[in-house]
Antibody
Framework: EVQLVESGGGLVQPGGSLRLSCAAS????????MSWVRQAPGKGLEWVANIKQDGSEKYYVDSVKGRFTISRDNAKNSLYLQMNSLRAEDTAVYYC?????????WGQGTLVTVSS | DIQMTQSPSSLSASVGDRVTITCQASQDISNYLNWYQQKPGKAPKLLIYDASNLETGVPSRFSGSGSGTDFTFTISSLQPEDIATYYCQQYDNLPYSFGQGTKLEIK
């Protein structure tokens, strides 16, 4: 069974940092682009970033460029999102998803709350 | 950035009704469009890719059409389990933007 499990969310103060993880199982992780998508409370979906199979290409939405870093460890079947200089507007459920643009499998999400 | 506009924002229909949602792109995106279903408290689920292709395992009452800037998502006969919010997503250009969503309720 294909499964993605996010972890690492929580409450953080503005300006703080957080590292999200996504553990993949049930498929050949190293064969797929992977993505992060977020959803602010009561709002719609926002694509955040994606990363190529070997990590050689990474793309970000403008609002997180220079603050967030997407990475992966194919040996550990894991995807990461390092989030620095967090702002209130980064408050959201963060989903990891399999795929570059066709997001065929999603995790359950992890909630990040940025508040003092 | 490409803007995706869905209509309506919310919709109330009866079981068995034909339901149609539209999605308009701010520029030509060919057929680079996906549709997702998100049930309350759950992660989104891919239903349609490349504007009109049904994802494996998705019931055939769901369909999609369109190209260029105008797209349509249809449920041929609404079922109670179809209550959800539906999103379109373009992948012609980065960032891969989503529509604002259409919340579907049972009348």
């Amino acid at each position: 069974e294909v499964q993605l499990v996010e972890s690492g969310g929580g409450l953080v103060q503005p300006g703080g940092s957080l590292r999200l993880s996504c553990a993949a199982s049930g498929f050949t992780f190293s064969s797929y682009w992977m993505s992060w998508v977020r959803q602010a409370p009561g709002k719609g979906l926002e694509w955040v970033a994606n990363i190529k199979q070997d990590g050689s290409e990474k793309y970000y939405v403008d609002s997180v460029k220079g603050r967030f870093t997407i990475s992966r460890d194919n040996a550990k079947n894991s995807l990461y999102l390092q989030m620095n200089s967090l702002r209130a507007e980064d408050t959201a459920v963060y989903y990891c998803a399999r795929g570059e643009w066709e997001l065929s499998c999603w995790g359950q999400g992890t909630l990040v709350t940025v508040s003092s | 950035d490409i803007q995706m506009t869905q209509s309506p924002s919310s919709l109330s229909a009866s079981v068995g009704d034909r339901v149609t949602i539209t999605c308009q792109a701010s520029q030509d995106i060919s057929n680079y469009l996906n549709w997702y279903q998100q049930k309350p408290g759950k992660a989104p689920k891919l239903l349609i890719y490349d504007a009109s292709n049904l994802e494996t395992g998705v019931p055939s009452r769901f369909s999609g059409s369109g190209s260029g800037t105008d797209f349509t998502f249809t449920i041929s006969s609404l079922q109670p389990e179809d209550i959800a919010t539906y999103y379109c997503q373009q992948y012609d250009n980065l960032p891969y933007s989503f529509g604002q969503g259409t919340k579907l309720e049972i009348k």
